[in-house]
DNA sequence: TGGGATTTGTTCGTATGTATT
DNA sequence: GAATACATACGAACAAATCCC
């Protein structure tokens, strides 16, 4: 996770938050040059970025044909959200187990700005709403379910961005307050039924039910394909 | 995870084994002109396969000082082993869930390679044991569970490296058969006990008890600092 | 089917930064 | 502390593959 490259660096960084929040929607070309000649390098600097954007699955390589923001198929999508409940969930009952007083502040503080974000409207509090499931799993002090928590949240705005409802925030802030009053009490069932509660109307918001979007026509045909005759 | 640049993808396959199988161990250097010319190619090539294995926590790249095989320190270790309790906990549960008869089929197959390298001996078999494990999350279906896993099974390889007693194969063959046989019960309160025994026993063959391998001489001269005067 | 335009895969040269004597 | 040796960061150019007309 630590800075590796000085210039690839920052265009990891700018890509990710450009996909995270939504601007860069799945499916959108990443062609090297013309993002080097965004920021003013070479194609060898992006190059990196990109690769390092393919290892979290927040874009996708293919051979020769370039690079392209991540276009999760609804099994992928489900899959991911699976994987966030089970992480999640694993945050929340560590936490309970062990969460100082300074870790309480630290979410409070952040709830705080939230809720002004919210008032604020805009894009921050999309980010906002997002950032506080990081800091949960950082505040368990273990640096891998951080990362991972990290990576899975990551793609879970991918997927609300190719399968989300228009207009869908990723989160509601009240169910945050909630949770960390349940933390404060140690409270692990509690805290696991909101948590439980709050991703799964996360996941709602996504049309992961066999909607409508982005039909993929060889499955559609497929159920009208006839043995020939 | 599927592959992304030709020369690349096999460079990085290449070192990951090598890294997997104790071949190069933690701390070593891994300069791109050097592996270049090992694989015939120059240090572009060479260079993605670095950032990849980087991504995975298995190299460290330090700005403008290269790559070297990562040197977990004793709090990231015990942290790995934590997180693989925790993932193969899931993928355990999971499994009882459901698991169809071709699924137990493959286990049970792979379980036979694994008594017939263990008597053969080599390499071979300590790999095995470590694809076991991957297998086992492979069948619960989730593409992301079995990614997980399979990142932190290979890092807990690299923190036998370098931290295992000598000569500690990774696990215990006839563990994994009774754990093969709680699944087929779908006993999930036996299975997770199991799994839960076999991956302690396996942490144990790592000194993380603070033992004297590598010691940090800044944490320790920590101890002896006083104010001055 | 074919040819041109575009983009990727790769190599190599240069500059910069780090370690060493 | 300076100079040398060395490895990396970056960029430009060539070759190959893909896309488009």
Chains 1, 2 share one sequence.
Do not use: W
């Not at 090297?32 to 979290?56: C, H, K, N, P, Y």
């Not at 089970?86 to 062990?98: D, S």
């Not at 502040?105 to 499931?133: K, N, V, W, Y």
Request: overall charge negative; some cysteine; hydrophobic content about 40%.
């Amino acid at each position: 996770m630590s800075t590796q490259q000085n210039r690839g660096d920052a265009i990891y960084a700018s890509l990710r938050q450009a996909i995270i929040e939504q601007a860069l929607k799945p499916g959108v070309k990443l062609p090297e040059d013309q993002i080097g000649e965004a920021f003013g390098v070479s194609r060898t600097s992006v190059r990196g970025a990109l690769i390092r954007l393919s290892a979290e699955s927040l874009v996708e390589m293919r051979p020769n044909r370039g690079a392209a923001v991540a276009t999760p198929t609804l099994e992928e999508a489900c899959d991911v959200f699976d994987m966030r409940r089970t992480l999640e969930r694993e945050v929340v009952l560590r936490l309970c187990r062990n969460l100082s007083t300074r870790a309480i502040d630290a979410l409070e503080t952040h709830l705080g700005e939230q809720e002004r974000a919210l008032m604020a409207g805009g894009p921050r509090s999309i980010r906002l709403t997002g950032e506080f499931h990081i800091l949960l799993a950082e505040l368990t002090g273990s640096a891998t379910l951080a990362q991972f928590v990290n990576q899975i949240v990551s793609r879970c705005s991918l997927i609300l961005a190719h399968y989300g409802r228009p207009h869908s925030g990723e989160c509601g802030c009240e169910e945050h307050a909630r949770l960390v009053a349940a933390l404060r009490e140690r409270d692990a069932e509690a805290a696991t039924r909101i948590m439980e509660h709050h991703l799964g109307a996360v996941q709602s918001r996504a049309r992961l039910d066999g909607g409508e979007n982005d039909p993929d026509v060889t499955e559609i045909l497929s159920r009208y394909v006839r043995a020939a005759s």
